[in-house]
């Protein structure tokens, strides 16, 4: 691994002490470091491994709990909690990464269980920063796993990808024919310095698998920062944000679940967005580009509140962040 030396020097400008090189040379201010990032690059890696484990069990009188947890760092799990208006032993779970982010090495991996007739709604605090990469890439790597009756929804706030930004994710999703899983999977683009260069490359692959059983759909895109810069229509444009949302559901008609994305969907100012069935007959999917994450958070939203109201005939409360 690459390595920089850096000492202090007493400046005689009026800020006081800058950075230096081992030339001598000014490498900015003091601000500028933090650890091992760098005007906002990651410098090292490999860094790390972390391994998420959730496991949601049902009760004997119906409500769900954490069968199995375990965490390693950069993950935190937070105690299970309840919503009111969710639907009857819904178990509602916030994850924390205590990292500041993903920087480059990271290989980062989360399998979440759902058993037979478990009922969970699991979402992230906040959005995840991926920092720039001034050498290798990280990984992040989600596998679901929903038993017969089972009800999840998997919805963390969006990924954030820094200038230079090298990130490949993996989501896998295994489905009993008759459980119920509704996802989110989202990024936004970002640059807090204003230097005008792009995120570097993010490689995505979405599966949802028939436990036991074939293939039933699956998502692919490899998008580089310098190809997004160039603003085409058939990619994003200018919009910073893309979003996919899924309702894996065989119990209820696909046009119904279909009709009710559109409707929501239609609703949202600002985004940019369209739905249609998922092969197999093995449930509904949306895709959303927006300009900002105040409209993207209102269209993911919206769908997941259409969504709800179809499967259960109630919508969810907002979850606090």
Known sequence: MDTISLFFARGSGPNGPRL???AGRPAGRLAA????????????APRRA????????????????LGHQYAAYPFHICRAR?????????ATLYLQSVSGGVYGGDRLETELVMDAGAQAHVTTQASTVVHGMVVGEATQGVRIEA??????????DPLILFPHAKLETKLRILCDPSATVLIADAFMLHDPR??????????????????GGALLARDRFR?????????????????????TFLVLDR????????????????????VYAGASTLPRGCGVWARLLAADGAAAKAGLQAVWAAARLVLTGAVPAPRRK
Do not use: Q
């Open 147 to 156: 038993g017969p009756g089972a009800l999840l929804e998997f919805m963390p």
């Open 223 to 243: 998008l580089d920062g310098a190809t997004y810069a160039e603003g085409r229509r058939g990619i994003m444009g200018g919009n910073l944000v893309h979003a």
């Open 33 to 44: 470091w933090s650890g091992s990032v760098l005007n906002g690059l990651a410098l090292e």
């Open 194 to 211: 204003e230097t005008g260069a792009p995120f570097g490359i993010l490689d995505s692959t979405l599966e949802v698998v028939e436990i």
């Open 251 to 270: 119990a209820r008609p696909a046009d119904v679940l279909l009709a009710a994305l559109r409707d929501a969907l239609g609703s949202v100012p600002g």
């Open 50 to 65: 972390g391994r998420l484990e959730i496991g949601f069990a049902r009760g004997p009188g119906g409500e769900s709990y």
């Open 82 to 90: 309840r919503v009111e208006g969710d639907p009857p032993g819904m």
């Open 20 to 22: 230096r090189g081992r």
